[in-house]
């Protein structure tokens, strides 16, 4: 196990995962940014959220989005970025269950608003998020070292533990 | 070791999310409340939202209000109003279904029609337009009901029908 955790390739890896999916969130959170008033109807046709939540998740969602993305694509607190995403991926995967699950027809709103013709929700959308989802994992639990700003100036106590060798520490 | 000690690793990671969290609410809500698209952070009234689910997939053909197979002891009449609509006038014996833009109709109750052993099942709804009567006879259709017509004009002309056989 302690292999697994310490192989370098690891960050490489990750780094494909991350860029991969900070530009995917990158491209989500824009239309939700330049246009809220429709990313909150997207968020009511869910028929989830409390009214009284859901302008305020619409205001303040993209914006995580937007800074976990970038976090991610430059390596900047990265695990805390992978975090992120990991919840936001879980929070989109449930709520698309739960519609899937009601019988609605509707786009997910994930992208540039789209139709339900366009882009309806179904079980594709969701194996889609669950492999996201995965990739946020993968981040936060093996990325020890992103290459990025985290690798050029690491903060200390948080980054790298898996690296450092303890015989040397002790001697 | 070093005077200051260093915060857990994962202690950390939540800490850092947990910041950017709240600098994104911070930001969002300042962006917010500067641009003149902005919305109000507690939306107060219903958005309205539209979604086509139930739409009916069958064919189902209208029928004229005064029709006399609808007062036909094996006619099944199932009314699409709200319950409100129902309770202030229905015809009698009639089943109240009612018709949601969101909602498919419950299995149970689809299946309760099926099974009802009925000629024909005829639905009356508001008749708007759209009207509700024909979108549930088309959704009971396209579940794969036969014989299901909706009258035409919605409950209204139903009714005045109604009144002239001497109410039913």
Redesign the interface.
């Known amino acids: 196990m302690r292999r697994i955790l310490q192989w370098r390739g690891h960050a490489y890896l990750a780094l494909a995962a991350r860029v991969y999916v900070g530009v995917i969130f990158l491209a989500a959170c824009w239309h939700k940014?330049v246009?809220?008033?429709s990313f909150?109807?997207d968020i009511?046709?869910y028929?989830i959220m409390p009214?009284?939540l859901?302008?305020?998740m619409?205001?303040?969602l993209?914006?995580?989005e937007?800074?976990?993305g970038l976090?991610l694509v430059v390596g900047f607190?990265t695990?805390?970025?992978a975090?992120?995403v990991a919840?936001m991926m879980t929070m989109f995967t449930v709520a698309i269950v739960i519609a899937l699950h009601?019988?609605?027809?509707?786009s997910c709103g994930c992208f540039a608003s789209q139709g339900?013709v366009d882009d309806p929700i179904s079980w594709r959308t969701i194996v889609r998020d669950v492999g996201w989802f995965a990739l946020a994992l993968y981040v936060?639990g093996l990325d020890r070292r992103p290459i990025g700003i985290d690798r050029l100036w690491p903060?200390?106590?948080?980054?790298a533990?898996v690296f450092r060798n303890t015989s040397e520490e002790r001697s | 070791m070093s005077g200051v000690a260093a915060p857990h690793p994962a202690r950390a990671v939540a800490r850092d999310a947990l910041l950017v969290l709240l600098g994104s609410a911070v930001v969002g809500s300042a962006v917010n409340a500067l641009r003149p698209s902005g919305i109000p952070f507690v939306q107060k009234t219903e958005y309205q939202i539209l979604v086509p689910c139930p739409e009916g997939s069958g064919e189902a053909p209208g029928m004229a209000p005064n029709d006399p197979s609808l007062w036909e002891p094996r006619t099944l009449l199932v009314d699409a109003r709200p319950a409100s609509e129902h309770q202030r006038w229905h015809p009698q014996g009639a089943r109240h279904l009612p018709f949601d833009y969101l909602e498919p109709a419950p299995k149970a109750e689809v299946e309760r029609i099926a099974s009802s052993g009925a000629a024909r099942v005829v639905v009356f709804g508001d008749g708007g337009n759209p009207d509700t009567g024909e979108q549930l006879a088309r959704e009971l259709a396209g579940a794969g009901i036969r014989n299901v017509f909706f009258v035409q004009g919605g409950a209204e002309p139903l009714a005045a029908a109604a009144a002239a056989r001497g109410g039913r």
């Open positions: 940014i246009e809220p008033g909150a109807l009511a046709t028929q009214l009284a859901v302008n305020a619409a205001i303040v993209p914006w995580v937007l800074a976990a976090m607190r695990r805390a970025a975090l992120l919840g009601k019988g609605l027809d509707m339900a936060l903060r200390r106590g948080a980054a533990p």
